[in-house]
């Protein structure tokens, strides 16, 4: 997976922009919000894609997300379903979502409701920009008739929050 390529999608000034839209905050309050949480939800992502139970599932909601259109992210992002996001949230971050939330509105000095909207919309772009990634690099292997590197983990071997502690400068 490329993580520099979804990091900066999710962390464009579209997407900040978008984001902070929906929930009445501000691109640096978003930013705040995202750099707190994104390293959990993509460990929660790697968790969902590696655990035998999960991985099927996992596989195919990321193939369902992927047919969503991120080539206009403030088009993406007027119409995300929320509700949707709070599934995925669920899902990504399990029995850590409040604590991860609350922690997040802190740093950033929102409201929990701000900060859940926020949370809610990016998930879903979340899902969208690795499952795209996903059947990129599936239908790579495919053509190339090799077995992609890291076998089936959408990860690989990185190790997600020290790549984005670096992405996002120790945030």
Not at 153 to 171: E, I, M, N, Q, Y
């Amino acid at each position: 997976m490329d993580l520099n390529a979804l990091v900066g999608t999710l962390l464009s000034g579209d997407s900040l922009s978008n984001m902070g839209k929906i929930s009445g905050t501000s691109q640096n309050e978003v930013q705040d919000v995202l750099a707190s949480v994104l390293p959990l939800l993509l460990n929660g992502a790697q968790n969902q894609a590696q655990n035998k139970n999960t991985a099927t599932g996992f596989a195919n909601a990321l193939q369902n997300h992927a047919k969503a259109d991120t080539s206009n992210l403030a088009a993406f992002l007027s119409n995300v379903d929320l509700d949707d996001g709070g599934k995925i949230l669920g899902h990504l971050l399990g029995g850590e979502q409040q604590v991860a939330t609350q922690r997040a509105a802190k740093k950033a000095g929102l409201d929990i409701g701000k900060t859940a909207t926020i949370l809610a919309a990016a998930a879903p772009l979340l899902m969208s920009l690795m499952g795209q990634q996903s059947v990129r690099k599936n239908n790579a292997a495919r053509s190339n008739a090799v077995s992609p590197a890291g076998g089936d983990s959408l990860f690989g071997s990185a190790d997600v929050v020290k790549l984005l502690s670096t992405l996002l400068g120790g945030r």
